[in-house]
């Protein structure tokens, strides 16, 4: 295989063909005659054909000359737009963002993320990948995305690093006419009777319920899955059977009454959210400013308020 062509005799032959001249094409070039001389000889040889024909103190294009200084400009310009791109990327607001997040994420969190990020890169491209959270550790590790606002990792001090945002709590979700509701508590015997509205059964969450459940010796035989969180609570809302969903999903239709939240059990059910990358990536300016306001959105949302005891 022959070594890649010499960028800098492109250049002495495209400005040796653009000016005629190896005086003025060296002034052009900042060069001296010999050293033009030499690129150009240097590339012939290198090519293996004559480029130029010297005509007294004119330099005129040989046929392969013609045609190799059609490549030389196209291999020209490319370089420039490469550098130019560079360039581009490294000014204020340039650059791209490519996020993944759940939906739930993207629903409740991001707008507010993204509407702050705009004003400071208004130039950014920005780009998002919804899906679960398996998905998204996939997309990391595949290079596809940057940043993922995800469920902690269940594996840390692996492949990802991890900034954490906020916890949350799952709890019962229930319709306010739900016997649940009406009696203001969940009987530990009537949990594996009812019809349990959950998450995507791939899904970390789902896991984390079951996991719950099995500890306490309750098996989750009679459920429903669904891939999303705002189906869940349309479903118990007309009473189909109880879901489990973190408050803050819900929030508006607690405080209208229309959905009522009880405790899964004694012990709670914590999830930790951040955003998560590979580890030793150095983040970009841009991306440490989207992860700060990830931070400020969550507080300015009550979300990384400490969880009540009760």
Known sequence: MKPTLDSRQLLAFAALARRGSFTIAAKDLFLTQSAVSHAIKALEDDVGARLLDRIGRR???????????????????????????LETLTKWGHGRLRVGASTTA????????????????????????????????????????DLAVVLEPPSQGGEFAFVPLFQDELRFIVAPLHPWARAGRVPREAIEGET?????????TFRLVNDYFRADKITLSNFIELGSMEAIKELVKIG???????????????????????????????????????????????????????????????????????
């Open 59 to 85: 330099v005129l294009l040989t046929q392969a000359g013609e045609q190799f200084l059609r490549h030389t400009e196209k291999i020209l310009r490319e370089m420039e737009a490469a550098r130019a791109g």
């Open 106 to 145: 993207c629903q409740h969190i991001l707008p507010t993320v993204l509407r702050e990020f705009r004003q400071s890169y208004p130039k950014c491209v920005i780009r998002i990948e919804p899906g679960d959270n398996a998905q998204q550790l996939e997309l990391l590790r595949g290079g596809q995305v």
């Open 196 to 204: 349990l509205v959950l998450y995507n059964k791939t899904s970390q």
């Open 240 to 310: 189909i059977g109880a879901g489990v969903l973190a408050p803050w999903i819900a929030r508006a239709e607690l405080e209208s009454g229309s959905l009522v939240s009880l405790p899964l059990g004694p012990r709670k059910l914590r999830r930790s959210w951040g955003v998560a990358h590979l580890k030793g990536r150095r983040l970009a300016l841009a991306e440490e400013t989207f992860v700060g306001l990830c931070g400020s959105v969550s507080e300015s949302l009550g979300l990384n308020a400490p969880l009540s005891a009760a």
